[in-house]
């Protein structure tokens, strides 16, 4: 079993000290921020309804520091656990009532928990599906700026884009969650390590790249260009990935991706008070993400963009990647901070690799990774949709 990623628990005055604060000062800042973020959906003629949920996650991203914020959630690993059995029983609730769809009957014969840890004794891959009986398969990052942990959203996503996709077609999905190690814990590249650590354990156990997708979103977007930038560029730190001679990864997707420390791009301050992030939250995230800045700066001088890939000559760096990929997913929302780079990301790939199919979906009506707000709500939304008609053109 997956151990619970927690190694540096809030000591009595700090929690005494967050206690405080929710019940005061951060009352009002939340306040703040759905006045702010609501009535500038309202002014900008967008539907509010999720920017709700957006003036949370801001405050809580904004006000909050990285183990505050895991100290108020449950783990990756628990959050996975209480979802199966939540989602087990509620699908047999709908049997039981006589109200099962197909879809329900599939959750109560393949959806069961199931936990690998990696050969680094922290992380490990939470599977979503029966891996045994799969013939197609996601290695998921979830995003959370490195600092949170995965949420119900996510899995959600992941059920309704994938399993539910492959099950319409006759076919089992199944989606390796990777629980990795949060900051300020573990800084880049101990994410990374992970990473590659995952993919190179579905190779040996005989998942095929040609059956394989990787993706995530925001900082699992950024952990996808990174598992990117190590298949053509070995990361010294990481472990290297073998794949079979002339067979390509089949697909990677990157939602809202986080692949740039800059914050003065044009849509960052477009979407500073609109978005759940904004410049102050990403110079912060940066920071927690990259520690002083050493390490990366020395690899952007060298023109190496395993860490932000942005930062540096995008189509430069990614020359070559159709060796290993075959296609590339990139969505950003015009309302996001990240919405620049997310565009510099994509085209930067598709100007170098003519022989990789790359798809950039900019959406007018969205912010940062509404796909997540969209399981959280449990609901089939655009995002979701969008993201299952792209799955199901990859394999069939």
Known sequence: MARALRKNPLRLWERLYLLAHLLTIDVAHLALNLVTCVGLAVLRGIPIRHYFKVAYNRFAL??????????????????????????????????????????????????????????????????????RR??????????GGYSAPMQNGHLEWCLR???????????????????YTLAPEARYPVQLTQAADALAYLLKIGVRPRDLVIGGDSAGGNLASQIMSHLLHPHPDAKEIEQPTGERIAGVFAVSPWVSARTNDRSMGDNALIDMLSPVIMEKANHELLGNHD????????????????????????KGLGKFVERVYVTVGTQEVFRDQGIVFAEGIRRTNPDIEVVLEEMYDEAHDFILLEGIRKEDGDATRRMRRWFEGVFW
């Open 62 to 131: 904004g006000r909050l520091s990285p183990r505050e914020i895991q100290h108020l959630s449950p783990s990756t690993a628990t959050i996975y656990r209480k979802w199966i059995a939540s989602t087990r029983s509620a699908a047999q609730a709908r049997f039981d009532a006589g109200q099962a769809t197909p879809d329900d009957q599939y959750i109560l014969d393949y959806l069961h928990p199931n936990e690998e840890v990696l050969s680094d004794g922290d992380a490990s891959i939470l599977w979503v599906g029966d891996r």
């Open 134 to 143: 799969a013939s197609k398969f996601v290695l998921f990052f979830h995003g």
């Open 161 to 179: 884009s994938y399993i539910q996709a492959g099950r319409r077609q006759g076919q089992h999905v199944a989606v390796a969650v990777l629980q």
């Open 295 to 318: 390490k990366y700066n020395a690899e952007k001088k060298r023109g190496q963009g395993w860490a932000m890939p942005a930062d540096v000559d995008t189509g430069a760096w990614y």
